[in-house]
């Protein structure tokens, strides 16, 4: 079973400043990986797929890269909206784990 | 536009039984896995298991701390996925959400998600 490990598991980032969160699979999935955000009280939203592809209507300042067992999520320019946590998923083979989760917060 | 509702949680007692239901509305639900995917309060997600659509076979896939425990169907006459929780258990306490797969995917990407209901098992 894969096992997803993100990294820091908190960020703490000032308003419009770059935040870049990690994330890293024991073993490769391709580029078969997305990014979701969740807010308190909230359901998770689906940010990121296949590594790279922005999901709908989501900002440009939100920028997914890697493949095969490392990957990362960049927010260019971080906004009050984005203080959240953030998880990753692989879904290249099953089970599909999620990692641990990021939290950016306010600096 | 695309809803998913998520009902049927609640207080239950260790060892009982509780079928959680997601309403959807919005697409064609019969073209799409659904997943079931829960949150322990305070803690991280965990996928719990999905169902694939009937053009795939409308086969079943679950996590093993919930295996032989847990059974997903669907209704696509009635555009509803469910989920029978058996012998529960204090650790099966969380937020349960039914999330929306990507078509052509099965256990991810999960696109839409419903709001989540809570299931709280205790004595």
């Known amino acids: 079973e894969i096992v997803m490990t993100q990294s820091p598991a908190t960020l703490s980032v000032s308003p419009g400043e770059r935040a870049t969160l990690s994330c890293r699979a024991s073993q490769s999935v391709s580029s078969n990986l997305a990014w979701y955000q969740q807010k308190p009280g909230q359901a998770p939203r689906l940010l990121i797929y296949?590594?790279?592809s922005r999901a709908t209507g989501i900002p440009a300042r939100f920028s997914g890269g890697g493949s095969g067992t490392e990957f990362t999520l960049t927010i260019s320019s971080l906004q009050s909206e984005d203080f959240a946590i953030y998880y990753c998923q692989q879904y290249n083979n099953w089970p599909p784990p999620f990692g641990g989760g990021t939290k950016v917060e306010i600096k | 536009e695309v809803q998913l509702v998520e009902s049927g949680g609640g207080l239950v007692q260790p060892g009982r039984s509780l079928r959680l239901s997601c309403t959807t509305s919005g697409f064609l639900f019969g073209d799409f896995a659904m997943n079931w995917v829960r949150q322990a309060p305070g803690k991280g997600l965990e996928w719990v298991g999905f169902i694939r659509s009937k053009t795939y076979g409308g086969t079943t896939e679950y996590a093993a701390s919930v295996k032989g425990r847990f059974t997903i169907s669907r209704d696509d006459s009635k555009s509803i996925a469910y989920l029978q929780m058996n012998t529960l258990k204090t650790e099966d306490t969380a937020v349960y959400y039914c999330a929306r797969a990507l078509m052509w995917f099965n256990y991810g990407p999960f696109d839409y998600w419903g709001q989540g209901t809570l299931v709280t098992v205790s004595s």
């Open positions: 296949g590594a790279s």
